[in-house]
Each structure stands twice: as C-alpha cells, then as structure tokens.
C-alpha cells in the first residue's frame, strides 16, 4: 500500500515537472488535482467541505498563498500602505511575484476582492 502512494507520488512530480517545464500551469492543475482525487479521496473531499458553498473564492486562495508570509494584522494597522483598490490589487500582484505563485489573473483578482471585502472597503474603480 505505501509502494503504491509513493509511486503515485513520484508520478505526479514527474508529470508536474514536465508540464511546468512546458509551461502550461492549467494543465499541470487538472493532472495533480486528477491524481489527488484518485490518490487522496478524503483530502479532496474534506478541502471541499471547509470552502463551502458560500464561501468566497478568495480567501481559500488567500490562505493557501498569503499568509505564509504575514497574517492578516496587515490589513488592519494604522499605516496602512494600501490606500485604494487599485493599489490592493497592485500589491497582490506585487506579493504574487515575491512568493513566484504564478497564480492566474482571475485568481489574483478572488484574492484582491476578499481582502477589499473582508478589510479594505475601497470602492471598486
């Protein structure tokens, strides 16, 4: 059983690397997430249960890639550096490319709305 995980697992890098070195990042999401049904049935299925339905698409990306640098005290400190919309989903960007996600523009955009709704307020231009 475990010789199976493993081999599972080198699998999936291997794939990874090689649709990464193609640069084709939406290919390279449906195979890991294909082999993480497959692999990790009850992962995927408790990641759906916590998102839920109601929830907002940008915070499971917001905490899967933003708070590995800072919690969420950023947002809510007296020199606030971010003082429009425009200049949240610049810094998003900005963190984007610090941290190398190479997230997609709709994903940076989830992101940049649930900080502007949860904490910001700004209105949208």
Do not use: W
Request: net charge neutral; proline share 3%.
């Amino acid at each position: 059983m475990q010789n199976s995980h493993l081999l599972t697992l080198i699998s999936v890098v291997f794939v990874s690397l090689l649709i990464t070195a193609c640069g084709d990042k939406a290919s390279e999401q449906k195979a890991v997430q294909a082999v993480e049904k497959s692999a990790f049935p009850q992962t995927t299925a408790m990641a759906n249960k916590v998102v839920g339905a109601d929830a907002h698409p940008g915070k499971a990306l917001h905490d899967a890639n933003c708070i590995s640098c800072h919690d969420t005290k950023v947002y809510t400190r007296v020199e606030r550096k971010v003082l429009d919309y425009t200049q949240l989903a610049a810094q998003v960007r900005r963190c984007d490319a610090n941290l190398g996600s190479r997230l997609f523009d709709e994903d940076l955009a989830h992101i940049t709305d649930y900080l502007n709704q949860a904490y910001y307020k700004y209105p949208k231009p």
